[in-house]
């Protein structure tokens, strides 16, 4: 089961703490959820968890080792889905999902034309997304969490440009991947029609937050 333990945990920006440090503990079965004001540090702590942002103070712990050094056995079971889509515009639909585990080393998992109909882009197989809407082009991004076996999901904003047909069912493959032990963390502003979630509030020191966090997404 996927367990990450934090202790005195917080994100630096020219040395400065963003967030007053944190200790918990998070294990299989949660949705957690990253909260705060705009500016405290969201985006940039779950691209911490990720490994994509170096700047921290503290100790983060993936199944009891530290993540201070590459955890490339924790990168292996995550899923990370940031504010930007990560499709590649000039690739299909179907394309894109085939190049996104292709990348990884990994062979596709699943059915790629049931994966696009969970979202609602039955038909858009062979579309080229630079003919798809934000939604849409969200939507391709989404597909991939209905046919991944990483455990643990980080997902910055994953409701954003998608309609309430898809908030229901994204809502809904969360609730699923949890019960099956998996564990969720992420950041939102829709509000969650889900039980149980777990709120994690980051606590910004006056004068250190960016002015936004889209900031340290745009540095990928």
Known sequence: MPSLEFHQFTCLRDGHPLFHPLT??????EIVQ?????GAGKTTFLRAMCGLFDEWSGEM???GESLRTPNFSMRSELLYLGHQPG???SLTAAENLRWFFGVQG????????????????????????????????????LARLYVTQEPVWILDEPFTAIDRFGVKHLETLLQRHVSNGGLVILTTHQPLAIDGVRLIELQPFAGASLASDELVEGEQ
């Open 106 to 141: 990994l062979s596709f998992p699943g059915d790629i034309h049931s994966a696009l109909a969970q979202v609602g882009l039955a038909g858009y197989e062979d579309t080229f997304c630079y003919q798809m809407s934000a939604g849409q082009m969200r939507r391709v991004a």
């Open 24 to 29: 918990f503990s998070l294990s299989g079965g």
């Open 34 to 38: 990253i909260s705060g004001p705009n």
């Open 87 to 89: 499709v590649k515009k």
């Open 61 to 63: 712990r993936w199944r």
